[in-house]
């Protein structure tokens, strides 16, 4: 199993440039999430799904969207880059719910540079 | 407040305890958990606590919860360099996110 995969690894836009970092999981997960990890920040939930065609807002969603069409893949979306975008993306996912001791298990980020 | 809070830094020397310190918000999360980081990676989970657990112990991790002061720590025993990385902890919220701390940055000094 190759468990979370995040494309591209790292990826320089320009302002009001759109682009999707992808993410699937290979672990038949019914929770995905995206974070963002900025210095003392920590992880801010961005959007997150519990199944597929199901997706909700997490502390930051404003600037991103996301859909859940299958139950592996689960993209993230930037319409208009802005600067205050740049910043290290999580891709996670959970057999079951958090709540229920679902370990959450890590993509290996996505570096994102906005200039 | 919304936030679950950590201090940003730690120091310690090579073989002494560390004792990480969060506090939580929400007094409904079911668990609690330690995740850690290591440089240029994501995150792994560590440890987890149930909520109706006041202590866990693992080899070296000791994590102590007050639920009345919404107070998680972790303590890992006999700190190696090898520990070095940044830990968040992390509550369960309404609907199942998962929120995180700011992240501690663990330095262990040999």
């Known amino acids: 199993n190759a468990g979370v995969t995040q494309t591209p690894k790292f990826q320089v836009l320009k302002t009001g440039q759109s682009m999707t970092l992808q993410c699937a999981q290979d672990?038949?997960?019914?929770?995905m999430s995206w974070y963002r990890q900025d210095p003392g920040m920590g992880l801010r939930l961005i959007h997150y799904?519990?199944?597929?065609?199901?997706?909700d807002q997490g502390e930051v969603p404003n600037g991103y969207n996301v859909s859940r069409s299958t139950t592996e893949d689960f993209p993230l979306r930037l319409l208009s880059a802005a600067p205050s975008q740049t910043s290290v993306y999580f891709c996670?996912?959970?057999?079951?719910?958090?709540?229920?001791?679902?370990?959450?298990?890590f993509g290996e980020g996505s570096r994102l540079t906005v200039l | 407040g919304e936030d679950v809070e950590q201090s940003l830094f730690l120091s310690v020397r090579e073989g002494d305890s560390s004792v990480i310190n969060c506090t939580y918000t929400?007094?409904?999360?079911?668990?609690l958990y330690w995740y850690k980081q290591e440089p240029g990676a994501g995150l792994q989970l560590l440890t987890y606590?149930?909520?109706?657990?006041d202590m866990k112990q693992d080899q070296r991790l000791t994590v102590l919860l007050n639920k009345k002061d919404k107070h998680l720590s972790l303590r890992i025993a006999d700190t190696q360099t090898g520990d070095s990385a940044i830990y968040f902890c992390?509550?369960?919220?309404?609907?199942?996110?998962?929120?995180f701390g700011q992240g501690t940055e663990l330095s262990v000094k040999p």
């Open positions: 996670a996912s959970s057999r079951r719910l958090a709540e229920n001791t679902g370990e959450l298990f």
């Open positions: 672990m038949n997960h019914e929770y």
């Open positions: 799904s519990v199944g597929a065609g199901i997706t």
């Open positions: 929400d007094s409904s999360s079911t668990y």
């Open positions: 606590i149930f909520s109706n657990m």
């Open positions: 992390a509550e369960t919220r309404r609907g199942g996110k998962l929120i």
